[in-house]
């Protein structure tokens, strides 16, 4: 400062000798002037040369190279823009870092202007509503939310509690129902909140399902048992009677015998840790109680005087060298007796079972029966390892099942990490096939064992 203010007097009075020597006295006075006038241009340059910058956005790199006054300041708001692009991008960096997380939650988030305008929304939202964000972003969430309910619930203003709407991706076989919650925040704006909740809805309505069905399951024997009971106990029956309805009593007991020891087995396989790799179950044996059972319930359930079912095995040399399966015995029998047990139940006297062991390539195995039943339909199809699920009520009850089973198997098979498929054909009959994974398998046989009568 105290140089620019030093040359700004030298060249006065350089000035004024040079006036003084050419005009005199008033070429002085003109020497002077005009050096002030020279001084005042170069500092008018330099200040609109900082002023061209400032009104070009104030780039850092575009800034002028200057001395002086207008030097300083030029490194001063040069200090201050970078402190401040800084500051704008720890903001941006934060922002960022923000809508990641909003992206990665699992609950669709939308962001409301005071007028009711999408401002933001992350990835769910926009598969929750069917929104995209080049046609979509700052119009009103009424023009896209079309719902009646909905449209009240935003109108109402009462945000204390949530609404239940359905899903755009929603389809009659695969409904999806959504919970939506506004909630206000600032000065008019809204969060809107949505949370898939097919999934509570499905458990709730199984719940609501489980607990009428067990009622039912328990109170048809027990109402049948205590009307039994009454009649012993007040009419005076023969001896032949009597036995008779002691026996119906007997089986009445049984059923319900059977159904809470089924939801005892499926309580424990709930609960209890899972099966470990490191206890070894010959797959012969396994499959050989599997088929003595089978022959058994074959011949108890066929009709006299009907023909015989045609239950059909691999060979026992051929399941020697099938090797080894992990896990616990009894879960692994009661999954595949199970599925054993329903093909001989529902198959026609007559009919032909088929039991398969065949191993993979990768080292697992796959495990199918096959029956020439009656098959199943195809809507009935995800639902068969529901509790209490039945196709035929009144078969399953001829044929003593519990309507348990295939959920007790579901659940066996994957405690062992273990997959069911179902295929059938109405008429033509089912196919139940069980993939265990090599991890749970050891020494397995390369090719198919083959089938014998």
Known sequence: MAWRFFFFLTLQLLAAVLGWW???????????????WFAFGVETWRGLRVLTWLR???????????????????DRLRRLLRERDKQVDASTARLQAFLEALQASPNGLVLLDGAGHIE????????????EIERDLMQSIGNLLREPAFSAYYA?????????????????????????????????????LSRDVTALEQAEAMRRDFVANVSHEIRTPLTVLMGFIETLQTLPLPEAERARYLRLMAQQAARMH????????????????LPGIHDW??????????????????????????PAQQLVFPERSALQAAGDIAGNAA????????????????????GRIVVQWQAQPEGGARFAVRDSGPGIAPEHLPRLTERFYRVDRSRSRETGG?????????????????????????????????TLPALRLRAAGAACAPARP
């Open 402 to 434: 519990t309507g348990l089973g295939l959920a007790i198997v579901k659940h066996a098979l994957q405690r062992h990490g273990a997959q069911l498929e179902v295929a059938s054909t109405v008429g033509q009959g089912s196919e139940f096939a069980v």
């Open 331 to 350: 879960e692994l029998h009661s999954a595949l007796s199970n599925l054993i047990g329903n093909a001989v139940r529902y198959t026609p006297p007559g």
């Open 22 to 36: 050419a005009w005199g006295p008033w070429g002085a006075l003109v020497g002077v002037l005009l050096a002030s």
């Open 281 to 306: 179950h010959p797959v012969a044996s396994l499959l050989a109680r599997c088929e003595e059972e089978a022959q058994a319930l074959s011949q108890l359930l066929t009709p006299e005087g009907a």
């Open 56 to 74: 070009a956005n104030a780039e850092m790199a575009q800034a002028p190279v200057l001395q002086g006054l207008w030097g300083e300041a030029c």
């Open 120 to 131: 933001w929304f992350n990835q769910t939202a926009a598969e929750h509503f069917g929104l």
């Open 156 to 192: 109402g203003g009462d945000f204390t509690h949530d609404l239940l709407l359905t899903g755009r991706a929603s389809t009659p076989t695969h409904p999806v129902r959504l919970s939506v919650h506004l909630h206000p925040y600032g000065d008019g704006r809204c969060l809107l």
């Open 258 to 273: 059977s159904v809470v020891q089924d939801l005892l087995m499926l309580s424990r396989l709930e609960g209890s840790p």
